[in-house]
């Protein structure tokens, strides 16, 4: 390789790299915006928030919420996303055909369990759903029909056909929304759990042994409805 060559191949590397440089930055800009707002968010609200103080708090520019969210509805719709466990792929995970109920139940308990192990982050994305329940901005009704809702229809497609029903009934909603909320329980009532019982959430391996328990708990369930849907059989003729 002649000098023109090496000036040439040294002069790519260093351009690559100040190009990895750049985007590495700007990925670690785009997540300080989204933790700083998503905490701001959930302390104070939509409305009284402003984006100049999300930049200042992020260490950026109002600018680079403009680049990489549009506007601060933009920022406030990309917080959610971030803490949403129903995403197209975690859902897909529990959906195959070929899983036996077990399995089904226990790659839905980690889509929604994994979120808990995101420490504070989960805590304050809880509490800025809260926020958005008590000062609703239409974006909770948004999050249902396009997560929760895609989330619950496969979770009761995948429990009738353990159980061979008919997916639109209603006892199969109500097993849906009833394993469902052993996970929410969890989520919703992390802040109670770690003041009576911290032990049962303290790290990964605790929330691992939780999640192992829920499917137990979750199959007992399916088993109450699989027997109650079988007719009781008639009792036999005494011979005469």
């Known amino acids: 390789m002649d000098n023109k060559d090496h000036f040439s191949a040294q002069h790519g590397a260093a351009e690559l790299d100040e190009h990895r440089g750049t985007r590495a930055d700007g990925a670690q800009s785009r997540q300080r915006l989204l933790i700083t707002a998503m905490r701001l968010f959930a302390a104070q609200g939509f409305a009284t928030t402003s984006t100049r103080e999300i930049a200042l708090a992020a260490g950026t520019n109002i600018a680079a919420i403009s680049y990489y969210f549009g506007d601060k509805a ?3 719709r990309a917080t959610f996303r971030e803490m949403s466990p129903c995403t197209p792929d975690a ?17 839905f308990y980690g889509m929604l369990l994994g979120q808990l192990k995101q420490g504070e982050d989960a805590r304050v994305g809880m509490r800025l759903w809260f926020r958005e329940m008590l000062e609703p901005t239409g974006l909770w009704r948004q999050e249902i029909d396009n997560d929760v809702r895609p989330a619950h229809n496969a979770l009761a497609l995948a429990l009738s056909r353990h159980l061979g ?3 639109g009934r209603d006892n199969v909603a109500r097993l849906a929304y009833s394993i469902a909320g052993l996970a929410l329980h969890m989520m919703v009532s992390r802040e109670v759990i770690d003041v009576l019982s911290p032990q049962l959430m303290k790290d990964e391996a605790a929330i691992d042994i939780w999640l192992a328990r829920l499917v ?11 027997a109650a849907a079988v007719p009781p059989s008639l009792p036999r003729k005494k011979k005469s």
Do not use: H, I
């Not at 859902?91 to 790659?107: E, G, H, I, K, Y």
């Open 74 to 76: 933009g920022l406030y």
């Open 91 to 107: 859902v897909s995970n529990f959906t195959d055909p070929a899983l036996s109920l077990r399995a089904m139940l226990t790659q």
């Open 165 to 167: 029903l008919d997916p």
């Open 216 to 226: 137990d708990y979750a199959e007992a369930l399916v088993n109450v409805e699989r």
